[in-house]
């Protein structure tokens, strides 16, 4: 079912299970199967009466209101089938056909309140106890539709009940029929007393029947609210794990053919090393080859390692952590700053953020993910180019960005930029060497700590990428987003920049 099937809350009714039942009853003829039941209940009830008192005489127009009610209910038949008829599935009801029974609801029952003055007015007046049925409206009213329409209702019941009673007491409604034969010679119909008592125990019955029934209506919405909310989060749990645990089956094939690269290749030389094949002069040669590849499989594991120790965290992990961006940046930016010095590129680090800000995130995967992205800058930044980190601000957020200008990244890694192993053509091309799994811990500590990631590149001029943290007050999701990540990524240099979004699960 439709989550904003209401236009109007306070006119038409809203939340799955009140639309649900309310569309339940309409469709199944509830209303009008009860009015059936009623109908044959007063003509019964009349049988046993004439066969028990046949001196006592009904008036004829109580006859005629029982066929009215009859006639009422064939031509709510038609209409109730008319309304539905272009509504065939349930789960997917449209707004208009909400109002157009919330509408239908509403005209049966105003109807019905009349209809059941009339009775009264034909079977004893305000002497009649049956006034009792007018709360039956009120409580489906507040039940399901909204406590506007129960209301109005309510407002409608006593007008009516109001007029029987005063129109009897003082002589404009008359004659006056008993309810029953008992009753023949009852003026309590006459009596103020009576007759005001009458329309206030009524009154108090709709301001009470009102008052209880919202209350509890109030209660089984909030209930249906956290329902929902504990569904939609089960739901993006689930979805959440099913891309994890796929993300973590490609992860383990591609980690094990990453590795068997350099292993194969340190075997190859040992074996060249052991048979001899190597001279003197060219052995020493092959042993630095050797321990470039045990340094090449160290790096991937202890990045690896790194990657299973972000993955294995608990989701409360950054639930209470607080850092300071500033200090984090300025802290990594100085572990790099002789890398930069050494290709003759300026690290320059910027910072708009006032004292005292903090992001709910543990110091050091912060540290990580900028060590990641400003390692990334630098490799990937020409000899004498610029590497900017900067940290900024709003009301909700905290972001750390780091801008180069080098090679960029080429169309087509937007699908798996942030995935393990994953390294771009053009850096393959350039001979660059990386594990690829810097972005992918990137990923997941963002993630993790309810963040987003933003990356714009243009190929030849260079990439940003900005990370942007929850503040420590600032309110989270219960579960956690995955593929929170937004790209653009120009085709080429002449073309307008394309942006793919992959939002948070909603």
Same mark, same amino acid.
Request: aromatic share 6%; net charge negative; proline share 5%.
């Given at each position: 079912?439709?989550?904003?099937?209401?236009?109007?809350?306070?006119?038409?009714?809203?939340?799955?299970?009140?639309?649900?039942?309310?569309?339940?009853?309409?469709?199944?003829?509830?209303?009008?199967?009860?009015?059936?039941?009623?109908?044959?209940?007063?003509?019964?009830?009349?049988?046993?009466?004439?066969?028990?008192?046949?001196?006592?005489?009904?008036?004829?127009?109580?006859?005629?209101?029982?066929?009215?009610?009859?006639?009422?209910?064939?031509?709510?038949?038609?209409?109730?089938?008319?309304?539905?008829?272009?509504?065939?599935?349930?789960?997917?009801?449209?707004?208009?056909?909400?109002?157009?029974?919330?509408?239908?609801?509403?005209?049966?029952?105003?109807?019905?309140?009349?209809?059941?003055?009339?009775?009264?007015?034909?079977?004893?007046?305000?002497?009649?106890?049956?006034?009792?049925?007018?709360?039956?409206?009120?409580?489906?009213?507040?039940?399901?539709?909204?406590?506007?329409?129960?209301?109005?209702?309510?407002?409608?019941?006593?007008?009516?009940?109001?007029?029987?009673?005063?129109?009897?007491?003082?002589?404009?409604?008359?004659?006056?029929?008993?309810?029953?034969?008992?009753?023949?010679?009852?003026?309590?119909?006459?009596?103020?007393?009576?007759?005001?008592?009458?329309?206030?125990?009524?009154?108090?019955?709709?301001?009470?029947?009102?008052?209880?029934?919202?209350?509890?209506?109030?209660?089984?919405?909030?209930?249906?609210?956290?329902?929902?909310?504990?569904?939609?989060?089960?739901?993006?749990?689930?979805?959440?794990?099913?891309?994890?645990?796929?993300?973590?089956?490609?992860?383990?094939?591609?980690?094990?053919?990453?590795?068997?690269?350099?292993? =194969?290749?340190?075997? $190859?030389?040992? @074996?060249?090393?052991?048979?001899?094949?190597? /001279? !003197?002069?060219? %052995?020493?040669?092959? &042993?630095?080859?050797?321990?470039?590849?045990?340094?090449?499989?160290?790096?991937?594991?202890?990045?690896?390692?790194?990657?299973?120790?972000?993955?294995?965290?608990?989701?409360?992990?950054?639930?209470?952590?607080?850092?300071?961006?500033?200090?984090?940046?300025?802290?990594?930016?100085?572990?790099?700053?002789?890398?930069?010095?050494?290709?003759?590129?300026?690290?320059?680090?910027?910072?708009?953020?006032?004292?005292?800000?903090?992001?709910?995130?543990?110091?050091?995967?912060?540290?990580?993910?900028?060590?990641?992205?400003?390692?990334? =800058?630098?490799?990937? $930044?020409?000899? @004498?180019?610029?590497?900017?980190?900067?940290? /900024? !601000?709003?009301? %909700?957020?905290?972001? &750390?960005?780091?801008?180069?200008?080098?090679?960029?990244?080429?169309?087509?890694?937007?699908?798996?930029?942030?995935?393990?192993?994953?390294?771009?053509?053009?850096?393959?091309?350039?001979?660059?060497?990386?594990?690829?799994?810097?972005?992918?811990?990137?990923?997941?500590?963002?993630?993790?700590?309810?963040?987003?990631?933003?990356?714009?590149?243009?190929?030849?001029?260079?990439?940003?990428?900005?990370?942007?943290?929850?503040?420590?007050?600032?309110?989270?999701?219960?579960?956690?987003?995955?593929?929170?990540?937004?790209?653009?990524?120009?085709?080429?240099? $002449?073309?307008?920049?394309?942006?793919?979004?992959?939002?948070?699960?909603?």
């Amino acid at each position: 079912m439709q989550d904003n099937v209401s236009p109007s809350p306070r006119l038409f009714p809203y939340g799955t299970l009140r639309i649900s039942v309310l569309w339940a009853m309409v469709r199944h003829h509830w209303f009008i199967r009860v009015r059936w039941l009623i109908t044959l209940a007063t003509i019964l009830f009349l049988a046993v009466e004439a066969v028990q008192d046949p001196g006592f005489n009904r008036p004829w127009q109580l006859l005629l209101c029982i066929v009215a009610l009859a006639l009422v209910n064939i031509v709510w038949t038609a209409i109730g089938s008319a309304v539905l008829r272009n509504e065939p599935d349930e789960n997917a009801i449209s707004p208009s056909a909400i109002r157009n029974v919330t509408l239908f609801a509403n005209a049966q029952m105003t109807v019905d309140l009349l209809l059941l003055t009339v009775i009264l007015r034909y079977s004893g007046g305000i002497e009649n106890p049956m006034s009792v049925f007018y709360l039956f409206h009120l409580m489906i009213s507040v039940l399901l539709l909204t406590p506007f329409n129960a209301a109005v209702q309510g407002c409608w019941a006593l007008v009516l009940y109001s007029a029987l009673g005063v129109g009897e007491c003082v002589g404009l409604i008359q004659p006056h029929y008993p309810f029953l034969a008992s009753t023949q010679d009852s003026l309590l119909h006459t009596d103020w007393t009576y007759v005001l008592c009458g329309i206030g125990v009524l009154a108090a019955g709709v301001v009470g029947t009102l008052y209880f029934t919202y209350h509890i209506s109030y209660r089984l919405d909030a209930q249906e609210r956290e329902l929902q909310e504990a569904n939609t989060n089960l739901m993006r749990s689930q979805t959440a794990i099913k891309d994890l645990q796929a993300r973590r089956s490609r992860f383990m094939l591609t980690a094990a053919h990453q590795l068997k690269g350099p292993l =194969a290749g340190i075997e $190859t030389l040992a @074996g060249l090393v052991r048979d001899g094949v190597v /001279s !003197a002069d060219g %052995l020493q040669n092959v &042993v630095d080859r050797i321990i470039a590849r045990c340094r090449q499989a160290i790096a991937q594991v202890t990045e690896l390692l790194t990657l299973a120790r972000v993955q294995e965290a608990p989701p409360s992990k950054h639930q209470h952590a607080s850092t300071s961006i500033d200090e984090c940046v300025a802290k990594v930016a100085e572990q790099f700053m002789a890398q930069a010095q050494a290709k003759d590129i300026e690290l320059r680090v910027e910072s708009t953020i006032s004292g005292g800000d903090c992001a709910a995130i543990e110091q050091r995967d912060l540290e990580d993910c900028v060590a990641n992205l400003i390692d990334n =800058a630098i490799k990937y $930044t020409p000899q @004498g180019g610029l590497v900017t980190v900067r940290t /900024s !601000a709003n009301e %909700l957020t905290l972001s &750390v960005s780091v801008q180069d200008n080098g090679m960029g990244i080429a169309k087509g890694a937007e699908d798996d930029l942030f995935d393990p192993f994953r390294r771009g053509d053009l850096a393959l091309a350039a001979g660059i060497p990386g594990s690829g799994l810097g972005l992918a811990i990137v990923r997941e500590i963002v993630e993790q700590a309810h963040g987003h990631i933003d990356v714009h590149s243009v190929v030849g001029k260079g990439s940003e990428f900005t990370l942007r943290f929850p503040k420590c007050d600032a309110p989270r999701p219960t579960v956690r987003g995955t593929r929170t990540t937004k790209l653009r990524i120009p085709p080429s240099p $002449t073309d307008e920049t394309q942006e793919v979004e992959r939002g948070p699960l909603e």
